[in-house]
């Protein structure tokens, strides 16, 4: 039985399945993990959990002004950052889960208006009144967490601590890692959890396997 690594893109995947918040902390958690276990189970083959890596960061922090209402928000203080919060709360109890935590460039913090709103604002005439809450977005950079990632993909394949690693991504950016490990014999899967990839990407992975929606009982989708 082989050993697997199972590392967690966190940002990428809150953004596929826990935009808007619309499950409980505990029950997100529970579903996380549970995801990750299905990859262990292949047609014929059982694989043995090493470990599941999970990056991401803390919630921002900083007081961030707002164009449209002309003021500051506390994000130390939303329902978000509470419930990021009680989330990574819940994955430090899990067996086998370690937390790899980056941190927010507070320093770049901000509301930004959608590209809808910009294309309808300076090419079709929109007025600047019409403007509303749906029509801006807080964004968040990310610091230190794709080089944790690149880190313990390096370290897990040069000390031959596992047999397989699967990577939960969405970019490119793990490709100079996934040739390294693919070098050092690590069956390398990437899971972008059933979205496309760029077809240059397919030559620096083994397999493709995305295992449906988290909260569903559904069909994987794989590509080997």
């Known amino acids: 039985m082989s050993k697997t690594a199972i590392l967690v893109d966190g940002g990428f995947y809150r953004k596929r399945f826990e935009k808007g918040l619309p499950h409980a902390p505990t029950d997100a958690a529970n579903a996380l993990i549970q995801y990750c276990f299905r990859h262990l189970r292949e047609k014929h083959m059982e694989h043995e959990?090493?470990?599941?890596?999970?990056?991401?960061?803390?919630?921002?922090?900083?007081?961030?002004?707002?164009?449209?209402?002309?003021?500051?928000?506390?994000?130390?203080?939303?329902?978000?950052?509470?419930?990021?919060?009680?989330?990574l709360y819940e994955?430090?109890?899990?067996?086998?889960?370690?937390l790899r935590l980056?941190?927010?460039?507070?320093?770049?913090?901000?509301?930004?208006?959608?590209?809808?709103?910009?294309?309808?604002?300076?090419?079709?005439?929109?007025?600047?009144?019409?403007?509303t809450d749906?029509?801006?977005?807080?964004?968040?950079?990310?610091?230190?967490?794709?080089m944790k990632i690149g880190i313990d993909i390096a370290s897990l394949s040069y000390k031959k601590q596992?047999?397989?690693?699967?990577?939960?991504?969405?970019?490119?950016?793990?490709v100079p890692a996934a040739k390294l490990a693919r070098r050092?014999?690590?069956?390398f899967v990437?899971?972008?959890?059933?979205?496309?990839?760029?077809?240059?990407?397919?030559?620096?992975?083994?397999?493709?396997?995305?295992?449906g929606n988290p909260y569903e009982t559904g069909k994987a989708h794989n590509k080997m």
């Open 102 to 131: 980056g941190s927010i460039d507070e320093g770049t913090a901000a509301y930004m208006i959608t590209q809808s709103a910009t294309k309808d604002l300076l090419l079709k005439g929109r007025p600047l009144d019409s403007l």
């Open 190 to 211: 990437l899971d972008p959890l059933g979205l496309p990839i760029k077809s240059e990407l397919f030559e620096n992975i083994d397999g493709l396997h995305s295992r």
């Open 184 to 187: 050092e014999g690590i069956d």
């Open 91 to 98: 994955l430090t109890k899990m067996r086998k889960v370690a």
């Open 49 to 87: 959990l090493y470990r599941i890596f999970y990056y991401d960061a803390p919630p921002c922090q900083k007081k961030v002004f707002h164009p449209l209402h002309n003021r500051t928000y506390d994000f130390s203080k939303s329902d978000y950052a509470k419930w990021m919060n009680d989330f």
């Open 162 to 174: 596992v047999e397989q690693i699967v990577l939960i991504a969405g970019d490119a950016d793990f």
């Open 134 to 146: 749906s029509d801006f977005f807080p964004s968040f950079k990310q610091k230190g967490v794709d």
